[in-house]
């Protein structure tokens, strides 16, 4: 994926989860969750390293498993709970950030799926229904592939942005209140 997807799965629950809190406090939920549904795809670090795409560690691998989004909403709960803030909000809403992008990616149509139930099995998954096209990786996001990805992204995930940038209403405060 070009990531922009990921990023519209972010902002949309952040979006959510911020509720009717202040626009401040709306914009750092969106950009949290978005920075924490890319989290995954820190593993290209594994290029530099010559850490091959079909090893554990390697891109899709055990970054993008559901055991790694559950370790990371741990951590977030975590640190809420010591913030006194929503625990359980907060996990779930990290869980589905992270979480969603190993599943983004096993809709894609091209790679080696996703290590979904790593550390069970290294078995790379992709779903059946694979609408997502595969994004060229480094500068090939660049070419009229890189545009046609950019594109389909931005068509596929309307929905999420829409609900994400929508404005939201204000109360209208009748006069005598």
Request: charged letters at 10%; zero cysteines; a positive charge.
């Amino acid at each position: 994926m070009a990531s922009i997807g990921h990023v519209a799965v972010g902002m949309a629950l952040g979006r959510y989860g911020a509720g009717e809190a202040p626009p401040r406090r709306v914009a750092t939920m969106m950009l949290g969750l978005s920075a924490l549904s890319m989290l995954p795809d820190a593993d290209v670090i594994a290029f530099a390293l010559r850490i091959p795409y079909e090893a554990p560690w390697g891109h899709r691998g055990a970054s993008h498993s559901l055991m790694l989004a559950a370790g990371v909403a741990l951590l977030v709960a975590v640190g809420v709970r010591v913030a006194k803030g929503p625990v359980l909000k907060a996990g779930l809403l990290t869980f589905a950030a992270v979480g969603s992008h190993g599943l983004l990616d096993a809709l894609t149509t091209g790679g080696l799926g996703a290590a979904l139930l790593w550390p069970f099995t290294a078995a790379r998954y992709f779903f059946p229904v694979r609408p997502i096209p595969v994004a060229p990786i480094g500068l090939g996001m660049l070419s009229a592939r890189g545009l046609y990805v950019v594109m389909m992204e931005l068509m596929l995930f309307v929905p999420f942005w829409g609900y994400a940038l929508w404005p939201r209403r204000r109360a209208v405060r009748l006069a005598g209140e």
